[in-house]
């Protein structure tokens, strides 16, 4: 749950900046070049956003360490290293701007999804009577489907001067992912239940 909830709770400025009209395009917001006390609040939400996504890397070794290899899945890994190594690029590069809208969406999913992990795991009974889970790949899917509309709108707008390169390999990782997490939930969700009513 920390993982999640902190960097929504450290920056609220940060979600401020992004989701209240006037501060943020959308569509297509330039990187953060200089100082400014605003957008400083955003790079230093970008990095603590790139710490909470490392920290997800301890949920490899943790399942490890549990003895459940079975969880450790190619989407499991390639999302977790892509996450950090994209984050990272951002910090390094290109903090701030457009991309910072999918991070703070990004960090309300990871609320969801570790608050379902942190009731699961304070009492086992709850993984069969929580009806939601399903829905927590759901709306990873519907956050990548999103991306994938941000950065295309930003890489055929001659307007938009976020780095093509960049946006570029966004659209290909959010393409991956929605590839990866659809396979991941037909096989989780829909091909188990034919199986079960047949």
Same mark, same amino acid.
């Given at each position: 749950?920390?993982?999640?909830?902190?960097?929504?709770?450290?920056?609220r400025?940060?979600?401020?900046?992004?989701?209240?009209?006037?501060?943020? #395009?959308?569509?297509?917001?330039?990187?953060?070049?200089?100082?400014?006390?605003?957008?400083?609040?955003?790079?230093?939400?970008?990095?603590?956003?790139?710490?909470?996504?490392?920290?997800?890397?301890?949920?490899?070794?943790?399942?490890?360490?549990?003895?459940?290899?079975?969880?450790?899945?190619?989407?499991?890994?390639?999302?977790?290293?892509?996450?950090?190594?994209?984050t990272?690029?951002?910090?390094?590069?290109?903090?701030?701007?457009?991309?910072?809208?999918?991070?703070?969406?990004?960090?309300?999913?990871?609320?969801?999804?570790?608050?379902?992990?942190?009731?699961?795991?304070?009492?086992v #009974?709850?993984?069969? #009577?929580?009806?939601?889970?399903?829905?927590?790949?759901?709306?990873?899917?519907?956050?990548?489907?999103?991306?994938?509309?941000?950065?295309?709108?930003?890489?055929i #707008?001659?307007?938009?001067?976020?780095?093509?390169?960049?946006?570029?390999?966004?659209?290909?990782?959010?393409?991956?992912?929605?590839?990866?997490?659809?396979?991941?939930?037909?096989?989780?969700?829909?091909?188990?239940?034919?199986?079960?009513?047949?």
């Amino acid at each position: 749950v920390f993982g999640g909830i902190w960097p929504l709770v450290d920056e609220r400025q940060a979600l401020y900046y992004v989701w209240i009209p006037g501060h943020y #395009s959308w569509v297509c917001q330039r990187p953060i070049y200089g100082p400014n006390p605003t957008e400083d609040k955003v790079v230093h939400y970008f990095y603590v956003f790139m710490c909470s996504r490392l920290l997800d890397l301890l949920d490899t070794v943790f399942m490890v360490l549990k003895k459940n290899k079975h969880q450790v899945s190619f989407l499991h890994l390639y999302h977790h290293v892509m996450m950090a190594v994209a984050t990272w690029l951002c910090v390094k590069y290109m903090p701030g701007g457009h991309v910072a809208f999918f991070g703070t969406i990004n960090a309300f999913v990871h609320v969801v999804m570790y608050f379902y992990y942190f009731l699961t795991s304070y009492d086992v #009974s709850y993984k069969k #009577s929580i009806w939601w889970k399903r829905h927590i790949t759901e709306i990873q899917l519907i956050q990548f489907i999103v991306l994938v509309a941000q950065q295309g709108y930003a890489i055929i #707008s001659p307007s938009c001067d976020y780095p093509k390169y960049l946006l570029i390999f966004f659209l290909i990782q959010a393409v991956l992912m929605i590839y990866l997490f659809s396979d991941f939930y037909l096989k989780a969700y829909v091909m188990k239940n034919k199986a079960k009513k047949t």
